[in-house]
T-cell receptor, first 111, second 118 residues
Framework: SQQGEEDPQALSIQEGENATMNCSYK?????LQWYRQNSGRGLVHLIL?????REKHSGRLRVTLDTSKKSSSLLITASRAADTASYFC???????????FGTGTRLTVIP | EAGVAQSPRYKIIEKRQSVAFWCNPI?????LYWYQQILGQGPKLLIQ????????DSQLPKDRFSAERLKGVDSTLKIQPAKLEDSAVYLC????????????????FGPGTRLTVL
């Protein structure tokens, strides 16, 4: 079963705007990761945040984690058309050997 | 470094036929995963290998799916016989033995094989 759920399921914005995606999960985690998937391609790792971290930045990406609410958000600033893709959160669950992926957010950035 | 290779990229078969997918992970990656991704959903783990041993196959429908990694390098996933609901993208991923981010479970994905069962 899916570990996490992202919302919104789909998001459409204009180029230059910021995009925010949210992820909720159910169990204790070691870390949470965000991946991007372009249409017809595999997933690409974007950023990882550990369970003892609250915020992390990487370029135009900002991720937050609230373990008390079991939720995370991914912010993409100054979006570009090339950011159009599906974004998935994945949890590295305590005691497990693998990742559990959410349902994904489909982001469309309109030039 | 070369990425995770998968073949074929696309496959169309009729139900009850058999199909096999091949994956070659990044050189030196001991851990290999097979995921099933149904349209509109996130990837779901089917099986995880550590070298040539199975770590987790709890989500693998063993009545029709099988996978092997005989020499601990490349891997094959087979479906026999296929059902309509097996239509999906099958993703292979690998993980380095020593992650660049300590404690990370970052995985590297191949492009996937899109299977259509008619």
């Amino acid at each position: 079963s899916q570990q996490g759920e992202e919302d919104p399921q789909a998001l459409s914005i204009q180029e230059g705007e910021n995009a925010t995606m949210n992820c909720s999960y159910k169990t204790s985690i070691n870390n949470l990761q965000w991946y991007r998937q372009n249409s017809g391609r595999g997933l690409v790792h974007l950023i990882l945040i550990r369970s003892n971290e609250r915020e992390k930045h990487s370029g135009r990406l900002r991720v937050t984690l609230d373990t008390s609410k079991k939720s995370s958000s991914l912010l993409i600033t100054a979006s570009r058309a090339a950011d159009t893709a599906s974004y998935f959160c994945a949890t590295d669950r305590t005691g497990a050997n693998n990742l559990f992926f959410g349902t994904g957010t489909r982001l469309t950035v309109i030039p | 470094e070369a990425g995770v290779a998968q073949s074929p990229r696309y496959k169309i078969i009729e139900k009850r036929q058999s199909v096999a997918f091949w994956c070659n992970p990044i050189s030196g990656h001991a851990t290999l995963y097979w995921y099933q991704q149904i349209l509109g959903q996130g990837p779901k783990l089917l099986i995880q290998f550590q070298n040539n041993g199975v770590v987790d196959d709890s989500q693998l429908p063993k009545d029709r799916f099988s996978a092997e990694r005989l020499k601990g390098v490349d891997s094959t996933l087979k479906i026999q016989p296929a059902k309509l609901e097996d239509s999906a993208v099958y993703l292979c991923a690998s993980r380095p033995t020593v992650p660049r981010d300590r404690g990370s479970n970052e995985q590297f994905f191949g492009p996937g094989t899109r299977l259509t069962v008619l």
